[in-house]
Every structure is written in structure tokens, then in C-alpha cells.
């Protein structure tokens, strides 16, 4: 792995998504530059898309506020973009002749970083 002068990373915990339904959009930002990512995220058809933008934008922050010198978003490149999986939330919607049926509410921890090229 490349080693980077300025490193700066956002964390968000339990986000009411699958894993496996962010990770889905996640991979498609890895390596990109802050303003492709951004533009890709855009345009993207899906509800997590919307979560990582924000995620997005407060790991560019951090990394804004680490620096004193004034950054192009254009040479601010993902390094790292996992999700990894959360607790389950476990309902249960009552069925037929008595029975209960269990519903699985899943969530997951998102974490992205950012360096300068």
C-alpha cells in the first residue's frame, strides 16, 4: 500500500442498511479522487448512496481541518471504503393461527478514508 503524508478517516456506526447492499456502492468509489466519487454517488440509483455522501463530505472536512494550506478537491484521492456488518435488530410480525414471525433489521458500521495525492 502506498504510504501517504496526510491521512484523515469519518466513521459512521449503525446505519439502519444491509452490509452487503453498501458495500455494493462502496467499491465503486474506491480509488477514485473526492470529486469523482461524488459525482458517481450523484447519480447513483441507491439509498446508501445518499448516506456515504455524507460520510463523504465530513471525512473531506476532517482532512481539510488537519491541513493548514489550502486543498483542490481534486487531489484528495479514497484510500479506504469498507463496511463492516452491525448489530441485528430482531422484530417480529405476528402470522396466522397464532404464530410469530421474525424479522431480521440489519445495520452496518461505514468507514472511509482520505489522503492527499
Known amino acids: 500500500m502506498k504510504e501517504y503524508k496526510l491521512?484523515?478517516?469519518?466513521?459512521?456506526?449503525?446505519?439502519?442498511?444491509?452490509?452487503?447492499?453498501?458495500?455494493?456502492?462502496l467499491k465503486q468509489i474506491q480509488g477514485?479522487?473526492?470529486?469523482?466519487?461524488?459525482?458517481i454517488l450523484e447519480f447513483m440509483p441507491y439509498k446508501a448512496s445518499k448516506i456515504i455522501i455524507k460520510i463523504l463530505e465530513s471525512a473531506l472536512n476532517n482532512i481539510l481541518q488537519k491541513t493548514t494550506k489550502t486543498l483542490?478537491?481534486?487531489?484528495?484521492?479514497?484510500?479506504?471504503?469498507?463496511?463492516?456488518?452491525?448489530?441485528?435488530?430482531?422484530?417480529?410480525?405476528?402470522?396466522?393461527q397464532g404464530r410469530?414471525?421474525?424479522?431480521h433489521k440489519p445495520t452496518c458500521h461505514i468507514k472511509i478514508t482520505l489522503a492527499i495525492k
Open 7 to 25: 491521512k484523515a478517516h469519518a466513521i459512521t456506526k449503525y446505519i439502519r442498511i444491509s452490509d452487503y447492499k453498501s458495500r455494493r456502492v
Open 32 to 39: 477514485k479522487s473526492y470529486q469523482e466519487a461524488r459525482i
Open 72 to 96: 483542490e478537491k481534486k487531489d484528495i484521492v479514497i484510500i479506504e471504503a469498507f463496511a463492516n456488518k452491525g448489530p441485528i435488530l430482531k422484530r417480529f410480525q405476528p402470522r396466522a
Open 100 to 103: 410469530a414471525f421474525s424479522i
